[in-house]
């Protein structure tokens, strides 16, 4: 019986969780029908037609009965049930749990019954021992009663969203049935009393809102649909005489209505909600009467206003002092009030005014400049904006909407130049991983014999780790360009390396397909693998150099962010100090927590910079720069001293405090001097023999810009004889010259004019015009009922507008039909140009009665092509107007001939003024145009060997620009030009190539110069910080430390009894102070410290 009590209190434990989910089913029941009937009961007041409201409350009861008939078979069951749901739960039972039930009852008869009981009593242990690993839990899912909660789900917020979005969905039921019961309560007339009453001639005049500007509008209807704010007075007369009446609007408000003649009723309501309005009349003698007509009243809807916001200029970055240029369209059914930008800043926000309405526009298109330096932005903010609109509604509203939102962030250069230099330290990386395999490679190249496969893999390997480093490289390069005068030799650096590197991949592609194309050859073909390692060897050269001087640059950073560091860690320490120091005199009640914060924020700046300056990848011939860096510097007991100014700051002890505070300073200046003196013992950027070759370039320059400075002043001295000499000799000559010139360009002139009055009085060309400004007109009419059409895609006018807008579309269909018919459209663009050659012709004009020779030839080289071209295109136009056409491809054709005849006058004038030239120049200046020209030969060649030296410095050094063995190169031919036309004694020619060498000579300097006194450390802000320099005042140096440094202490200046100073000398003191320090003074005082030093 042991095993009949098992699978009893197993199937016991399944009905109980059955019936757990049955009582929650039930209550999802119950609570769906209490919100069906509120829904329904909700919506058969609401609304007021039979039809809505008998229809909704139906369709909610079917559809309620329908889900709850759809699981009401979940009802009670028995054991043999609860053995059944097993079976279908775990079928390998194979009926063992039903039939154990079923024959269990057996065990209790007489014997003599048809089974043994021996074989129940195996099939009752049996079935106990394969239930014992159920659990009755699992067999009845607790999911069964979802669909019921989810009824009650659906049903609750079918209730909640009529609550919330039909308007007045409770009170209107409520008012509803108190009208009702007060109906039943009243002792109204009669039926046949009630009937008997009626409202003729209704006549209602509804004045819209001022905002809208619409008129007023009279209908004569009683139901109506107006904006809220309307004013309606409604008239009307009655059948029968009345005493008073009254208009009730909702079964709630009542308002008075005027009698006249006991017949005609005046009055009205102000409009605030839908719903409808009755009459209520008092007879003579009687009791108020309800008419039974009810009247709707609808709501109409003052619409959204909308604006499109369009950035000129998005950017996901903006600096500080950046200008965000914004355009926007803004549209309102009735008038738009004002436009607003509204920025989020961080968790500030920021309202801007755009554009304020005085009369109501219902469009309105703009531009707004917000200008961003005024809006005390940090760095490193992140900033969200949008356009808000409202409209004028002001008895609803006013209405707002708002455009599309855009975002950015304030460019922060610390965080930039951190994640700057987070780059180069991984560019670093891949390179010295690249050089390490090369270096391995190439020992086993030299060393072994290998097959082309294996230089191949090399090679192929190669090139894919040089892609890598040449995309990191660009892209350090172009965040880098963001950067406000960012140090020219790091750019330049980056430039080397992409260019050579670039180099050293192409010449391992172009070895590679060599490679592939001996492999696939039919006849084997041995590959000479030299070239694998000549191109390995130059990689490993060129990597070396790079790494070498870009870990110099990338320490170079870190310092300088170091520095930026100790200037805010050194203001931090001064602020609080002065702010101990108003505590003490009782100036500034400032907070314990405001001190520890300020002094929270100094022991994060210290930590700061100590963890960047361990981070540094060079030996440092100071140890604070090494591993000990910490243990060197005291860190410990710095931070300790800073804990210890917090205790006392809470405690009340102030000059305590501060004395600990003066000892922490102390500190910090020894750090500031440890800094100074790490900084300046950097390995420089360019190493001091590159320093010398730059320093004797400059001085090479500067000798032969003044050598050439010199042959073309004595040139040009030579030319100014020349040419007075010329024009004595050809004073005649040019003037007749001219002359026919004038002839000539005057004729071309009358051509044009004609052609100009023959196209203007054409009938073909005048209808061409009038036909174009009828596209003109028509293409603006579509631009209109575009934006018109886009504007009412949600209203009923959408198809009125599509209509509108496919026929102006047919008309200007037609219209450039109508002018390709014309066959004018070559001579219409001729016609448009035809003013501006007219206007050139009139210039050449008038240079010939200035008798300018040099500025005639150069606008007629310029004018003289485009008929040409013009001629050339009307012959190409097909389909033209014979006449028209005949016409102008005659006169473009004398046109061509009188400017061939200008050519051939100025080409013939100009050889005879060369050929006679040389007869012009005296024995003298002929010698002395060949001594200039030897000069010149001797700067050419100086100039080839400067610009050898600079590819040779290149090389040696990345930082030096590969621009300027260019700019040098084009001085070296230049002068070689300039050299060649002295000999020749072309003077005039000879002084243009001198002009543009001297160039080349200035340009090669200046960059020199700019190579040596380029700064390499960048403040926080991405430029060079500018030291205290003589003859600038008083001004205190932001960083503390060093004997030079000021410091705030008392000192006892001597009186005028003590010491005296003539005035003179003073004021030469004076005078000498305000004036800068001497050109290049700074760089080389630093130069001589620098080789003291060394």
């Known amino acids: 019986m042991q095993s009949s009590s098992k699978i009893h209190h197993f199937l016991n434990r399944l009905q109980a969780k059955w019936n757990r989910v049955l009582l929650i089913q039930a209550a999802y029941s119950v609570l769906t029908v209490i919100a069906g009937c509120a829904l329904a009961t909700g919506l058969f007041f609401y609304f007021q037609s039979p039809l809505l409201s008998y229809g909704w409350s139906s369709l909610i009861i079917i559809l309620l009965g329908w889900c709850l008939h759809s699981y009401s078979g979940f009802s009670r069951i028995d054991r043999e049930q609860a053995a059944l749901l097993t079976e279908a739960k775990y079928p390998e039972l194979n009926n063992s749990l039903i039939n154990a039930i079923q024959l269990e009852r057996h065990l209790t008869k007489p014997q003599g019954g048809i089974f043994s009981l021996s074989f129940i009593r195996e099939q009752l242990q049996r079935t106990e021992s394969e239930i014992q690993k159920l659990d009755p839990d699992s067999v009845v899912s607790g999911q069964r009663f979802v669909p019921a909660r989810n009824v009650f789900l659906v049903t609750l917020l079918a209730l909640i969203t009529a609550t919330t979005l039909l308007p007045d969905f409770k009170v209107s039921s409520d008012s509803q049935e108190m009208a009702i019961q007060k109906e039943n309560k009243e002792d109204l007339q009669p039926v046949e009393n009630q009937t008997a009453y009626q409202i003729d001639n209704l006549s209602l005049t509804l004045e819209f809102p001022a905002y809208t500007r619409l008129k007023r509008q009279i209908i004569t209807q009683g139901s109506f649909k107006a904006l809220p704010g309307t004013e309606v007075q409604i008239s009307g007369n009655s059948n029968l005489p009345v005493e008073r009446a009254e208009l009730v609007v909702n079964n709630r408000d009542h308002f008075v209505m005027t009698v006249n003649d006991f017949k005609n009723l005046n009055g009205s309501f102000m409009l605030r909600e839908k719903g409808h309005y009755q009459f209520r009349v008092k007879p003579p003698d009687e009791e108020k009467v309800l008419l039974k007509e009810k009247y709707s009243i609808e709501l109409d809807q003052d619409k959204s206003p909308q604006v499109i916001l369009f950035p000129a200029n998005p950017k996901p970055v903006y600096y500080e002092t950046d200008r965000v240029q914004i355009f926007y369209e803004a549209h309102d059914d009735f008038g738009i009030r004002k436009i607003d930008l509204i920025a989020q800043v961080n968790d500030t926000t920021l309202t801007k005014s755009v554009k304020s309405f005085k009369h109501s526009e219902k469009d309105s298109t703009g531009s707004y400049t917000w200008n961003l330096s005024l809006e005390k932005l940090q760095p490193g903010d992140e900033v969200q904006y949008f356009l808000e609109i409202k409209d004028n509604d002001n008895v609803t509203g006013p209405n707002t909407g708002q455009s599309e939102i855009y975002s950015f962030i304030v460019f922060d250069s610390r965080k930039e130049q951190e994640n700057l230099v987070r780059l180069q330290e991984e560019l670093s990386e891949k390179m010295i991983a690249l050089l390490a395999n090369g270096l391995v490679e190439g020992e086993i190249l030299k060393t072994s014999t290998t097959d082309p496969l294996y230089g191949k893999k090399i090679l192929a390997s190669h090139a894919d780790a040089l892609i890598d480093i040449i995309g990191l490289a660009q892209r350090i390069k172009d965040q880098a360009k963001d950067f406000d005068n960012f140090p020219r030799p790091y750019l330049t650096l980056l430039t080397s390396i992409i260019t050579g590197l670039t180099a050293i991949r192409e010449d391992q592609i172009d070895t590679l397909n060599k490679i592939q194309g001996t492999i696939m050859k039919p006849t084997p073909v041995s590959f000479n693998l030299g070239s694998v390692e000549i191109l390995n060897a130059r990689m490993v050269t060129h990597l070396e150099q790079d790494i070498l001087y870009l870990i110099k640059m990338t320490n170079r950073q870190k310092m300088d962010q170091v520095m930026d560091l100790e200037d805010q860690l050194s203001q931090l320490t ?403 030009n300039a050299q060649d036309r002295l000999q020749t004694q072309q003077v005039q020619r000879g002084i243009d190539s001198e002009n543009r060498a001297m160039k080349s000579l200035q340009d090669t300097r200046k960059q020199l110069n700019e190579i040596k006194n380029s700064g390499t450390q960048m403040s926080n802000q991405g430029k060079r910080e500018t030291p205290l320099r003589l003859g600038t005042g008083s001004r205190r140096d932001s960083r503390r430390g060093g004997s030079v440094r000021m410091q705030k202490e008392k000192v006892l200046l001597p009186s005028e009894d003590q010491y005296k100073v003539p005035s003179a000398f003073r004021e030469d003191i004076l005078d000498a102070m305000k004036k800068q320090t001497p050109k290049d003074y700074e760089r080389l005082v630093n130069e001589y410290y620098k080789e003291l030093v060394q």
């Open 574 to 976: 001064e602020a609080l100090r002065e702010e101990f120091e108003n505590i003490r005199d009782k100036k500034s009640p400032l907070t314990s927590k405001q001190v520890n914060s300020k002094l929270n924020e100094i022991q994060q700046t210290l930590q700061k910079m100590m963890d960047k300056l361990s981070r540094q990848n060079q030996s440092a011939p100071d140890e604070f720069l090494n591993s000990k860096a910490y243990k060197s510097m005291n860190l410990e007991e710095t931070l300790a001293s800073l804990e210890k100014i917090k205790d006392l700051a809470n405690q009340g002890k102030i000059d305590e405090a501060l004395e600990q505070l003066k000892k922490v300073a102390e500190d910090l200046r020894e750090l500031a001097n440890q800094l100074d003196q790490s900084n300046s013992s950097m390995d420089s950027l360019v190493d001091n023999q590159v320093m010398e070759q730059i320093n004797e370039s400059v001085a090479k320059l500067e000798s032969l810009e003044k050598k050439q400075k010199e042959i073309i002043e004595k040139t040009s001295e030579i030319n100014q004889k020349l040419r007075a000499k010329q024009a004595r000799q050809f004073e005649f000559l040019i003037k007749n010259f001219f002359d026919e010139l004038k002839k000539d360009v005057t004729a071309i002139q009358n051509l044009l004019e004609e052609n100009s009055k023959y196209l203007d009085e054409h009938k073909a060309m005048t209808k061409m015009r009038e036909l174009m400004q009828e596209e003109t007109r028509i293409r603006q009419k579509i631009k209109s009922l575009s934006q018109k059409t886009i504007d009412s895609s949600l209203s009923e006018d959408l198809g009125d507008n599509f209509k509108a807008l496919n026929e102006a579309r047919k008309q200007l269909s037609t219209t450039v039909i109508e002018q390709d018919n014309l066959r004018t459209r070559g001579f219409q663009n001729f016609k448009e140009n035809l003013p501006q050659i007219k206007k050139r012709y009139e210039t050449l004009r008038e240079l010939t009665e200035l008798n300018e020779l040099n500025e005639f030839n150069a606008l007629f080289k310029n004018t003289y092509p485009e008929i040409f071209r013009w001629q050339g295109s009307m012959r190409s136009t097909r389909n033209q107007r014979e006449d028209i056409g005949d016409r102008l491809n005659q006169d473009l054709r004398e046109v061509t001939r009188l400017n061939a005849e200008i050519s051939k006058k100025l080409g013939s004038l100009k050889r005879s003024i060369e050929r006679d030239s040389q007869s012009l120049l005296t024995d003298k200046e002929k010698t002395q145009l060949d001594q200039l020209s030897r000069q010149e030969q001797e700067m050419s060649q100086q100039a080839e060997a400067m610009k050898d030296s600079f590819i040779k410095m290149n090389q040696e050094n990345p930082l030096v620009p590969p621009t300027l063995s260019r700019n040098m190169g084009d001085a070296q031919r230049n002068l070689k």
